[in-house]
């Protein structure tokens, strides 16, 4: 599956962004999918996942209430629904899919991902 991830840019802090990434290939209802960022000078850390059904998800801490991840497995979409976001949001955002029978927080759990798009929040 090939991942290609967009909608990403500059906002105030307490802004909005929706982030979506799109999956071509077979199979994409069958994949669990992640949204992982990397911040400057910072390790990638999870931020979301969610099941190839959709029926569970799990976040960081740091973004639950927050965010809101869903997919459209219809349109081999998912989606990442940022709000109230904040000046240590900023990073450069990546989707990832793979096999994993649950939402997962370890990036190793995913062997495909997508390019990344860069998310600048202002102060």
């Known amino acids: 599956v090939q991942l290609q991830a967009c909608g990403g840019g500059l906002v105030q802090a307490g802004g909005s962004l929706r982030l979506s990434c799109a999956a071509s290939?077979?199979?994409?209802?069958?994949?669990?999918m992640g949204w992982f960022r990397q911040a400057p000078g910072k390790e990638r850390e999870f931020v979301a996942g969610?099941?190839?059904?959709?029926?569970?998800?799990d976040y960081a801490d740091s973004v639950r209430g927050r965010f809101t991840i869903s997919r459209d497995n219809a349109k081999n979409t998912v989606n990442l629904q940022m709000n109230s976001l904040k000046p240590e949001d900023t990073a450069v955002y990546y989707c990832?899919?793979?096999?994993?029978?649950?939402?997962?927080?370890?990036?190793?759990?995913?062997?495909?991902w997508g390019q990344g798009t860069l998310v600048t929040v202002s102060s």
């Open positions: 290939g077979r199979a994409f209802s069958s994949y669990d």
């Open positions: 990832a899919a793979g096999r994993i029978s649950r939402p997962s927080s370890r990036s190793s759990d995913y062997p495909y």
């Open positions: 969610i099941r190839w059904s959709g029926t569970s998800t």
